[in-house]
């Protein structure tokens, strides 16, 4: 069974910082290349930032500079580092492969506001 459990979300002001990490199953992490997604209120979910196995990064216009995705390959799990947040960074954050699977873990809730 396809296992993605987010965590680290919460409530932070504008130019703080959050790090969330996203644990997956084995089947899952392996040697894919995987993502951070985050979904707005009345917005598509989105790809902010994907790590290929070897490491390889990509980010999304809005975020680079400010996030930094990395993986611990011998934990399974995926990291995304936000720093300088704004209220436009508010959004439910999830991870999953990339391209992702069809299943999604519950995401967790990053609310950037003063």
């Known amino acids: 069974q396809v296992q993605l459990v987010e965590s680290g979300g919460g409530l932070v002001q504008p130019g703080g910082s959050l790090r969330l990490s996203c644990a997956a199953s084995?089947?899952?992490?392996?040697?894919?290349?995987m993502g951070w997604y985050r979904q707005a209120p009345g917005n598509q979910r989105e790809l902010v930032a994907r790590?290929?196995?070897?490491?390889?990064?990509y980010y999304v216009d809005s975020v680079k500079g400010r996030f930094t995705i990395s993986r611990d390959n011998a934990k399974n799990t995926v990291y995304l580092q936000m720093n300088s947040l704004s209220p436009d960074d508010t959004a439910v954050y999830y991870c999953?492969?990339?391209?992702?699977?069809?299943?999604w873990g519950q995401g967790t809730q990053v609310t950037v506001s003063s």
């Open positions: 790590i290929t196995s070897g490491e390889s990064t």
């Open positions: 084995e089947r899952i992490f392996s040697t894919y290349a």
């Open positions: 999953n492969r990339h391209p992702p699977l069809q299943s």
